[in-house]
């Protein structure tokens, strides 16, 4: 007898009951999330996600004067509850914000005005262990950013730890280039490309697409 697939729980922490009633709303019918509350403060949102135990947080930056914001949240929540992971969800996409919300351990970054279909997307790459950045709006954001900045000074080029071949495969990844298309156009295996990938973090002391996007900028690799 086949099995029900157990949808991905989902909670939303939005200090605008509107926009997270209408997500919930939005998702009521749908056969892979199911969202389960919609908090609105600070302290709401860590009581409610430690009494659900959600698979997935969507969580906003802004929250009323006087509470912490959405990263200092999420640090809290992350720290008392191991693989849940946390997509910020926001209306801004200033780069610094954007450096810290993925420094701080949170899974991803979204734009509020994505669409439900990318809303379900990022959430099932999330919930599946995927980094969840968009490689328009907000990569293009980093890169924008990264570029008016000039390497540190008494940086070079040089200065990088990777191997030319790493350093390609880099700044292919930073590119948006999947492991496969990286395979395909350096004639390599995946095996080899995720090894490298592996080699590539550790040397960097990255832990995401976004956060090698960044190093390479430090070193003004962005290609």
Same mark, same amino acid.
């Given at each position: 007898?086949?099995?029900?697939?157990?949808?991905?729980?989902?909670?939303?922490?939005?200090d605008h009951?509107?926009?997270?009633?209408?997500?919930?709303?939005?998702?009521? @019918?749908?056969?892979?999330?199911?969202?389960?509350?919609?908090?609105?403060?600070?302290?709401?949102?860590? +009581?409610?996600?430690?009494?659900?135990?959600?698979?997935?947080?969507?969580? @906003?930056?802004?929250?009323?004067?006087?509470?912490?914001?959405?990263?200092?949240?999420? #640090?809290?929540?992350?720290?008392?509850?191991?693989?849940?992971?946390?997509?910020?969800?926001?209306?801004?996409? +200033?780069?610094p914000l954007?450096?810290?919300?993925?420094?701080?351990?949170?899974?991803?970054?979204?734009?509020?005005?994505?669409?439900?279909?990318?809303?379900?997307?990022?959430?099932?790459?999330?919930?599946?262990?995927? +980094?969840?950045?968009?490689?328009?709006?907000?990569?293009?954001?980093?890169? #924008?950013?990264?570029?008016?900045?000039?390497?540190?000074?008494?940086?070079?080029? @040089?200065?990088?730890?990777?191997?030319?071949? #790493?350093?390609?495969?880099?700044?292919?990844?930073?590119?948006?280039?999947?492991?496969?298309?990286?395979? #395909?156009?350096?004639?390599?295996?995946?095996?080899?490309? @995720?090894?490298?990938?592996?080699?590539?973090?550790?040397?960097?002391?990255?832990?995401?697409?976004?956060?090698?996007?960044?190093s390479l900028?430090?070193?003004?690799?962005?290609?």
């Open positions: 007898m086949a099995t029900t697939k157990q949808k991905i729980r989902v909670v939303i922490a939005d009951p509107t926009y997270g009633e209408g997500l919930k709303a939005l998702f009521r @019918d749908d056969d892979v999330v199911d969202f389960l509350e919609a908090a609105t403060s600070d302290q709401a949102t860590i +009581e409610m996600v430690n009494r659900q135990k959600p698979d997935v947080v969507l969580m @906003d930056y802004e929250f009323p004067e006087g509470q912490m914001d959405g990263v200092k949240i999420s #640090e809290l929540l992350l720290a008392q509850n191991p693989g849940l992971k946390i997509i910020m969800l926001s209306r801004h996409g +200033e780069v954007i450096k810290n919300a993925l420094g701080s351990g949170l899974s991803g970054y979204l734009l509020k005005e994505r669409s439900m279909a990318e809303i379900k997307k990022a959430i099932e790459a999330a919930h599946a262990g995927f +980094e969840v950045v968009e490689r328009g709006t907000l990569v293009q954001v980093l890169a #924008e950013g990264i570029r008016i900045n000039a390497p540190a000074k008494g940086q070079k080029n @040089d200065d990088h730890p990777l191997t030319p071949r #790493e350093l390609e495969i880099a700044q292919l990844m930073a590119r948006g280039k999947t492991t496969r298309d990286i395979a #395909e156009e350096l004639f390599i295996s995946n095996n080899t490309v @995720d090894t490298h990938k592996k080699n590539i973090y550790s040397k960097l002391g990255v832990k995401n697409v976004a956060e090698l996007i960044i900028g430090e070193f003004g690799l962005f290609p």
